[in-house]
């Protein structure tokens, strides 16, 4: 018979979908299996209407059948077929979906959803396949026709002998390369991972004839090889099932099964909404963070399924970057997918399903914080950075959300507590939440800055973490308490009579902290008298939105910013070091540059950062002792 051209506008377009279309030529086997379960439910929906067909789902399935020798691959099914003018129509024409028509056609009940939505996944088979023949016979003819081609130059279509209504496919697989190999379309494990990859959850059984071993006999050491016929995939998603069935322990072997992590998950969620939008999700809290969790090279993202069949390994969309340790899945009936059934055309659906997982990822957080502290704490050390970027990024626009999540450690709990607890137990006479930055707690808890706060009985936050200060800058305040810096130029601590002294102080002493302020320099803004140190002699702090800490993180970036914080060196005029500077400054200027040398280094030590000039420090010392 002579070959027919396709209908479609050019063999552009057809050697388009064949090299362009999808990132990933194993999909040939997933558009191919969901054709033949769109077959087979096309039966089951002609049976409703029609009394001299019975559906009986034992009947149904699919066969995928590798032939190494020949180098083909058959995939089988007993669907309702096709006509020689649905061969036409349907595989004559590209982008023509039976599947597509029949579901706008059809009212569709009884969960048989219609997979297919665009008549192009069939020609993914071109993509492995350097021939293409297809047997059908339809459950409306008596005949069996055969369609075949070999890609742009057309097709045949030949009526042949077929005993049952169904449909075969047979792929003659490419030869392999320089550059690709196709031997993986014809290992039958091979083919199994794709089939549990990508239509593990077809509601039809997908058989494979696997090789095994066995003993050739009860005191034998010698295997011998056989042949069993067994179902490939699950068939029934866990996320469809009833949530009264399951148990932990079946999120536990699900999380595990499909390699979300080696860890326990913390936290299970399973979602089922049926509204706007439909879909069901399965979603973990993961116990561990995963080794490049905080790189460049993580990937975040839900898998999304599509009516149980994957259509992407990481949806990126799905997730705010905030909750991007989530593990999961989404199915949804809804999506509206492109033309290579990988992407979405639009993403309403998409953006009204990514606004409900993140409204019950943070309750179900808020939950764990509530129920099991100690989980939640767990949780917390692995992701809580996460979090606290989350705040920071985009300008703030997400710390109402999470603000409740954050916990650091407090000076006065030993332990780590959240916002909410620390603004409970302020006192009436607190105005403000005090919080110190530093590498470690043991380092925070012997700054002398901390002095004057918590002589007054005010607890402190200890801020750990790079990122700590950055987002609680970006915080500003929480429950109209606004947070304070102890090393901040002013603690906000009201006490008139000591404000007097202070003021008297930093009168009487105006030449020799001057005389200091110009020693030093650029180095700092001012030289003054302490407010807050009683039993150090000195410390620095820093006047505008800029901390110490927050130089020596930012200083410590790749491109180095050299940014500076506004220092100021206070000096405690109770400490006898600083009667020690009084007769410098009297008797001895070059004693005088000694000593204020050796404080401002201190003050930068304790600080945990660097002396401009170690050498010219160490002689300092030497000095002092000569």
């Known amino acids: 018979m002579a070959k027919k051209q396709f209908k479609a506008e050019s063999k552009r377009l057809l050697e388009l979908m064949i090299n362009s279309i999808y990132s990933q030529r194993e999909v040939f086997l997933r558009e191919l299996i969901s054709n033949a379960s769109d077959a087979m439910d096309k039966m089951y ?30 995939v089988i099914d007993t669907g309702i077929g096709m006509t020689k003018e649905e061969l036409e129509t349907n595989l004559g024409t590209i982008a023509k979906s039976g599947s597509f028509a029949f579901k706008n056609d059809t009212e569709l009940k009884d969960g048989h959803d219609i997979i297919g939505q665009f008549g192009v996944g069939f020609y993914a088979a071109f993509m492995v396949a350097d021939k293409v023949t297809v047997i059908s016979k339809s459950v409306d003819s008596h005949q069996a026709y055969q369609w075949e081609s070999t890609g742009t130059d057309g097709y045949t279509i030949t009526p042949v002998d077929k005993e049952h209504v169904g449909t075969e496919i047979i792929l003659k697989i490419k030869e392999n390369t320089d550059e690709d190999s196709f031997d993986a379309f014809l290992d039958e494990y091979q083919l199994q991972e794709i089939i ?17 071993s066995k003993p050739k006999d009860d005191e034998s050491e010698e295997y011998v090889d056989y042949v069993e016929e067994e179902t490939i995939n699950s068939m029934v998603p866990i996320w469809k099932k009833n949530k009264s069935e399951l148990t932990e322990e079946d999120y536990i072997n699900f999380y595990q099964e499909k390699r979300y992590g080696f860890d326990k998950p913390l936290k299970s969620m399973h979602i089922n909404v049926d509204g706007t939008v439909r879909y069901n999700a399965i979603l973990f809290i993961p116990e561990n963070a995963p080794f490049d969790y905080y790189s460049k090279e993580f990937e975040k993202g839900l898998e999304l399924y599509s009516n149980g069949v994957l259509i992407m390994n990481k949806c990126a969309d799905l997730l705010p970057d905030y909750f991007s340790f989530v593990k999961g899945m989404v199915d949804s009936e809804d999506l509206s997918l492109n ?13 009204v399903i990514a606004k409900n997982i993140t409204k019950k990822i943070k309750t179900q957080l808020l939950h764990l914080l509530r129920d099991d502290r100690e989980k939640y704490e767990t949780f917390y050390h692995a992701f809580g950075r996460q979090l606290k970027f989350g705040v920071y990024n985009d300008f703030g626009a997400n710390k109402d959300t999470l603000q409740d999540l954050l916990m650091f450690y407090s000076s006065k709990e030993k332990k780590l507590v959240t916002l909410d607890e620390y603004v409970q137990r302020m006192p009436e006479d607190q105005a403000y939440i005090y919080y110190a930055a530093g590498e470690s707690i043991d380092r925070i808890e012997k700054l002398p800055q901390t002095e004057m706060v918590a002589d007054k009985g005010y607890e402190i936050l200890y801020f750990t973490e790079e990122v700590d200060e950055f987002a609680i800058k970006m915080l500003r305040d929480y ?13 906000g601590l009201e006490d008139e009579s000591n404000d007097e002294v202070d003021e008297k102080s930093q009168e009487e002493n105006k030449a020799l902290f001057a005389a200091m302020k110009e020693h030093l320099g650029d180095k700092i803004k001012d030289v003054r008298a302490s407010k807050r140190l009683k039993s150090h002699p000195v410390c ?19 491109n180095n910013q050299q940014i500076k914080a506004d220092k100021v060196l ?18 001895d200027k070059e004693k005088l540059k000694l000593y204020t040398n050796l404080l401002y280094n201190q003050a930068l030590l304790i600080e945990g950062m660097p002396v401009n000039d170690p050498v010219a420090f160490t002689n300092d010392i030497c000095k002092v002792m000569v």
């Open 45 to 74: 929906y002609r049976s409703l209407t029609d009394d001299n067909l019975t559906f009986n789902q034992e009947d149904y399935y699919i066969k995928v059948i590798p032939n190494k020798e020949e180098r083909t691959l058959q």
């Open 196 to 212: 549990k990859k990508y239509s593990d959850f077809i509601r039809y059984p997908i058989k494979m004839d696997i090789t095994k």
């Open 339 to 351: 033309i290579s059934r990988e992407m979405l055309q639009h993403d309403r659906q998409l953006k």
């Open 479 to 491: 429950k109209e308490k606004e947070f304070k810096s102890v090393s901040s130029g002013d603690l």
């Open 540 to 558: 620095l702090t820093a006047d505008g939105d800029i901390s110490l800490e927050m130089e020596k993180v930012l200083n410590a970036m790749p």
């Open 570 to 587: 206070e000096i405690n005029v109770n400490h006898e070091v600083f009667q020690a500077l009084k007769e410098a400054h009297h008797h």
